[in-house]
Every structure is written in C-alpha cells, then in structure tokens.
C-alpha cells in the first residue's frame, strides 16, 4: 500500500488532494515551483509517490530542464507514462538523464531548472559521502554542484561539494563562494592548462585537495591578472604626466605596461593590479620608488580639482605606512617638475570601457571551444563591466 492510499481517495488512479503526508511533502519543495509539482503529483498515486521515493524526478517532470528542447519535452512525457505504468524509477529518470545520486536529495533542493547532471559511476560513488547534512543547505548545495559541474567538469564539481560539506569554516567559504563561483571555476580550468593564454597567469594550480578559502585567493589573484591584461589592452600610456627622476636617493620608475605593473604587484605583495581601470581612464599614473635597485613603495598619482598631479596612494610592501622619508622625497620629486595641467579625456565610466576584442577572444577561445558554447556571461565582446560580473 502506498504511504498516500490511507488519506487520499483514488478514481482510476487520480488523485484527489487532501491534507496529508503527500501534501505536507509538496509543501516542502519550494513555492515558486509548488503549484506545477502539485498539479503533475495529483495526475496519478505514483506519481504522487515521487514525492517521497525521488522528489527530483518528480520535479523534472513538472519543471522544464534549463535546457529544454522538444525532443526533451517528449522524453519527459515518456518517463511520466513510464511511471504511472509502473516501470521502475531509475529508468525512468534515465529517460530525462537524472543521475541515480539525486534521488537523496530532500524536497527543498529543488529551487531552479536543473541543467546537465554528473551521471558517471566515478561521480556517483564519491558525491555520496558529500551529500548536505541539512534540508536548509540542500538547495545552495545542488546550485553550487550543477554550475561547477557545467563550468569545469566533474572533479572540480566534486571539489565544490566537499568544500560546501566539510570545509573547516563553511559559512565563510559558502558565502565566498558564491560571489567567487565563475571566476573560480575559471581559475581551476585555466591553471591546468598552462599552454594557454590565461593558463600562463596562474601562479597556482588548482588541486582536488585544495582548501576553500586559499582556492578563493588564487583565483583572485589570478582575475587580478586577467583584469590588468584586458583593461589594458591595446592601450599605449605615452603620458606618464611627470619624469623619471631620483630625489634623496630615491629613484621613481614609472609602471606603464602590463608586464611592468604585474611584476610590482608581486615584488611588493598587494593590490595594484587592480589599478589598470583608474589608468586606462586616465585617472591615474603608476610609479614604484625603488631604494639601491630594489622597491620600497608604490606610488599612485591622480588629479585634483586643480587638474594638477596630487598623490592619491604611497605604499609599501601589503600595503604597509611607508617612512617618513619615502614622503619627503616624493614631494621633493613632484615639486622639482615643471608645473602642468593633466588634461583628463571625458570618459565613460569604469564598467562601461569597450575591452579590445581581439585580446578578449584569444584569452576565453579555448575555454569556448572545450564547452562548446559561448556561455551569456563570457560574451564574444566585452566591456569592463562584464569583467567584473565574472
């Protein structure tokens, strides 16, 4: 006897709903998609089981895969008949290409579509024992699994789900994750494969045993690095706005190129990689003051009111105070140059700068070609402003 026989009543295998344990199941699945799981679990009592045996099942059936298509839609109308027949669940879901590892999954993971699953015996042995602990967790842990899985491949999607399940401060590493998911994803498909463009730029390769959080800080490191290259593309900075010079035995060296601004950021182990949006605006120059040939600190110049170079930013090694002699010297440099006005072009704001699209294209060709497709969040032309929506 199924467990909705003994409070529900039945006409040809139609099922009248009353409040029950089928109804108290229903109402855990989440109520954007409660009326289409209610009316397909009211059509037949097993179908109606579902909710309870396999709730995904039961929800790709009422809910069209992200990827939806008419062939789909009948194998859909195949796998529901399949069911009211009474053929067996895992064929089935076999017919709409659910994995056999999803039937664990409660009722409140099922917020969205569902994409293309993981459905190898490799991943279905191993994402057993990464199952979420709690029904509160299920639906941001499916979430996390499918875009993993659909942005890199099943060890990485793997990875995430031990990172969400077991990593030491979960809380931060979830939340983390979430605003870092893309370009982590990206960063763990580039970093192993170094012949590539953006490959070259990984300090770090990503590893299966990797923590969260230290993943999240190469990642970030290496989209530092993506950024600076594509803000900066195609632009030749011909106006340093000051001279080259030497002041109290200081000597200023302007950060012009890419390759020069990326090697400051790792002599002096912080952020001016970041820069590369304020300088190709215009807004603002790079120099790194150097003592006997090697960096004391990182000096950013940008424009007042008066249109004349003031000093935004003086920094030393992670963003340390510098001395007080670091500042003598740097207005003893600005203040032994010839007075002038920086002309500021009109420009359009940072996250509306057009990337060159030839730079753009080489470096996400061959993340493109692998997936074979070009994702609405990597476009074929980019500005600034899909960059940092990575």
């Known amino acids: 006897m199924s467990a909705l026989s003994s409070v529900a009543a039945f006409r040809g295998g139609i099922v009248t709903p009353s409040f029950s344990n089928l109804e108290r199941r229903l109402r855990r699945f989440d109520p954007d998609v409660r009326p289409a799981v209610y009316a397909i679990a009211t059509q037949h009592r097993y179908l109606a089981d579902l909710a309870k045996s396999y709730p995904g099942l039961l929800f790709s059936l009422a809910v069209p895969a992200s990827w939806s298509s ?150 970030r490191a290496w989209k530092d690095r993506v950024d600076l290259e594509l803000e900066l593309a195609g632009l030749e900075i011909a106006d340093l706005w000051l001279e080259p010079g030497e002041a109290l035995g200081y000597h200023f060296v302007p950060l012009a190129t890419v390759s020069a601004i990326d090697d400051e950021a790792r002599r002096m182990d912080h952020c001016i990689r970041t820069y590369g949006d304020c300088v190709a605006l215009g807004q603002s120059r790079l120099w790194s003051i150097e003592q006997d040939g090697r960096p004391v600190a990182s000096l950013e110049l940008a424009t007042g009111r008066s249109r004349a170079p003031i000093v935004k930013q003086l920094r030393g090694i992670r963003n340390a105070a510098v001395d007080d002699d670091v500042w003598v010297a740097v207005h003893t440099w600005i203040r032994a140059q010839p007075f002038r006005l920086i002309d500021v072009p009109d420009r359009p704001l940072a996250y509306q700068i057009p990337l060159d699209r030839l730079t753009w294209q080489r470096v996400w060709r061959p993340y493109w070609l692998e997936k074979r497709r070009i994702p609405s969040w990597l476009p074929l032309s980019a500005t600034a402003g899909d960059l940092y929506a990575i």
Not at 198 to 218: F, H, K, L, S, Y
């Open 70 to 219: 008419p062939a789909r839609n009948a194998r859909t109308g195949q796998a529901a008949a399949a069911i009211t027949r009474g053929e067996s669940i895992d064929r089935a879901a076999s017919l709409i290409g659910l994995p056999r590892w999803l039937r664990a999954l409660p009722p409140e993971a099922y917020r969205r579509p569902l994409g293309t699953l993981p459905t190898s015996d490799f991943f279905r042995v191993r994402i057993a024992n990464l199952l979420p602990k709690r029904r509160s967790q299920a639906a941001a842990w499916l979430e996390t699994v499918m875009e993993a899985a659909e942005w890199g491949d099943e060890t990485y999607a793997l990875w995430t789900a031990r990172v969400e399940t077991r990593d030491k401060n979960p809380f931060l590493v979830s939340r983390r994750y979430r605003r870092d998911r893309r370009n982590l994803a990206l960063w763990a498909w580039y970093s192993q494969r170094p012949a590539t463009v953006a490959g070259v730029w990984c300090e770090r390769r990503w590893q299966p045993t990797m923590g969260g959080v230290g993943a999240i800080g190469e990642a």
